[in-house]
């Protein structure tokens, strides 16, 4: 096995369509609708290839958020998922440590990692932590944008993982843009 990092503007239909098979067969009752992404289409991609084929992926989102009224620079963490048949050997762990390399590589340009998710032990085991945040997104769906959410997510955790010597503080989080 393999990991390949990729910028999302270059990747091959074929690559495309994998990673489209890979998200409806992980995330069952979603609706990808033939795309390789949900909401947004990510800046870049940490694949896991074995025999050329695409068996694990994480979408990287590099963006500025506004946390309290200061500006973060983070990459987001979107869609992690292992084929079911690939899953239980570490590739999901191999991935977020890829993931984390090239941003410790860059830690004048990233400050943290950050993610939602609704299962946070995983993640927590891998050194994220939870924060209690007012959280302000574009509300988008299907290609259509539907106006701002400003709220605290009770139905999901937001987790972080600091790369910088920044500190994260609770409060109030803008994530400029839509929400994972």
């Not at 409806?24 to 609708?33: D, E, I, K, L, R």
């Not at 200061?70 to 440590?97: H, M, R, S, T, W």
């Not at 302000?136 to 769906?141: A, E, M």
């Amino acid at each position: 096995m393999i990991l390949k990092f990729i910028n999302e503007f270059q990747k091959d239909q074929n690559t495309s369509n994998q990673i489209n098979h890979l998200l409806t067969n992980c995330f069952q009752g979603v609706g990808f609708n033939n795309r390789d992404y949900f909401k947004q289409l990510p800046h870049y991609r940490i694949l896991a290839i074995d025999d050329n084929k695409v068996i694990g992926q994480v979408a990287i989102d590099y963006r500025v958020m506004n946390l309290n009224n200061e500006a973060i620079k983070i990459f987001g963490i979107i869609d992690l998922c292992v084929a079911p048949n690939y899953q239980g050997q570490g590739i999901a762990k191999q991935l977020l440590g890829k993931l984390e390399q090239i941003a410790q590589e860059n830690n004048n340009n990233i400050d943290f990692l950050f993610l939602v998710t609704d299962s946070p032990s995983y993640y927590t085991k891998l050194g994220f932590r939870t924060t209690e945040i007012t959280t302000h997104w574009l509300k988008i769906d299907e290609h259509i944008s539907l106006g701002l959410g400003n709220e605290k997510i009770d139905d999901a955790f937001f987790m972080f993982k600091p790369i910088s010597d920044k500190i994260w503080q609770d409060g109030y989080l803008d994530l400029l843009g839509y929400m994972y």
